[in-house]
């Protein structure tokens, strides 16, 4: 599976971005998808996740009601809706798969075998 992630930019507090993930190659169909982040100095971070379903999802608790993930099997893609954006959500975004049968939870970096190459989400305060 290759991913692409795309939509990140320059954006004032309280703006808004839509980020993308589309599979290049290979289909997202029985992966569950995530995005993370990391932030300049910082660890990569959990961020969202959905189910291979689309019928379940998982917010960390610094973006619940903020941001909203979603996905079209059809079009292999994967989206990341970020609104009342702030400073502290600027990081490299990044967009994951993780196998249905992995041990690891969908909150733990690790669980994640596919990764996208980023895009930069910069909150100017």
């Known amino acids: 599976v290759q991913l692409q992630a795309s939509g990140g930019g320059l954006v004032q507090a309280g703006g808004s971005l839509r980020l993308s993930c589309a599979a290049s190659?290979?289909?997202?169909?029985?992966?569950?998808m995530g995005w993370l982040r990391q932030a300049p100095g910082k660890e990569r971070e959990f961020v969202a996740a959905?189910?291979?379903?689309?019928?379940?999802?998982w917010y960390a608790d610094s973006v619940k009601g903020r941001f909203t993930i979603s996905r079209d099997n059809a079009k292999k893609t994967v989206f990341l809706q970020l609104n009342s954006l702030k400073p502290e959500d600027t990081a490299v975004y990044y967009c994951?798969?993780?196998?249905?049968?992995?041990?690891?939870?969908?909150?733990?970096?690790?669980?994640?075998?596919?990764w996208g190459q980023g895009t930069l989400v910069t909150v100017s305060s």
């Open positions: 959905i189910n291979w379903s689309g019928s379940r999802s």
């Open positions: 190659v290979g289909t997202v169909t029985s992966y569950d």
């Open positions: 994951a798969a993780r196998s249905a049968w992995n041990s690891l939870t969908v909150f733990d970096p690790r669980a994640y075998g596919y």
